[in-house]
């Protein structure tokens, strides 16, 4: 794929959120990063200028430079002086296998053992990206989720998944006093696979606000979509961590 096969999809227009505290410009950002971090979009590949950023997407030149200053500061784009911007990130997928049973009880015990605070919940249409992920159409409604979790008194999480519908107990008042994933236990979902990747950005004006941090911090990115016995993706998050409050621990034996 091409960044202007990408860019020619009408729906890019409305596929960014006004009424979410995610700022436009981070919005875009993570749309492109999604696709060239897994790979969609290859090394080497020529970056759209700004100008073609903002028509796609509807948003103003300033909106679409900040979104390509976002992807140059991490190192997924470099920019050179007369020949534009070019995809620097190299895709290498590496797999892990694991049991899931232990991955799903170490979400459980964080969730006991620390306080939810819900930002926004809400049936809403999902960006391209996630409407992507879950193969749903332009008029298709998921439950967006946005919260942060603290851990003695201070911020040290910040959430923002997507979930299909999946009954009565998936609401706002549940999600902040139960597991997620007690609830889609006790509604009847059989989780089976959970892909995951852990990555690193930088705070920005937005994420550093709720997570108490200064701009340009370090923070840890966890990407996880979970599937159940039939292969359909139910929920997929995008969670933001301050290493300074959050130590993720794997263990591994030789046998």
Known sequence: MTFEELLADSRLKSALWENVPTPLYHQVYLYLKEKIHHGDIPHGEKMPTEHQLSEAFGVSRITAKR???ELAAEGYIVRQRGKGSHVAYKHRAEHLQAPLTALLDSLKVMGQETVVKSLTFARLVPPLDIQERFGTGPNDTLIQSVRLRYADGKPFGYF???TRDIGDL??????????RIDIFRKSNIALDKVEQSVTATLSNSDTGAFLEV??????????????????????????????????????????
């Not at 609401?171 to 597991?179: A, Q």
């Not at 340009?216 to 139910?234: C, E, N, W």
Request: glycine content about 4%; charged content about 25%.
């Open 170 to 179: 998936y609401t706002e008042e549940n999600i902040c006093k139960m597991s």
């Open 160 to 162: 923002v998944s997507w």
């Open 214 to 255: 200064p701009v340009g911090r370090p923070l840890l990115v966890l990407d996880r979509s979970m599937f159940d016995d039939s292969g359909q993706l139910i929920d997929h998050m995008y969670a933001l961590y301050r290493p300074d409050q959050y130590q993720f621990e794997m263990q591994f034996s030789m046998k």
């Open 67 to 69: 979104a390509m200053d």
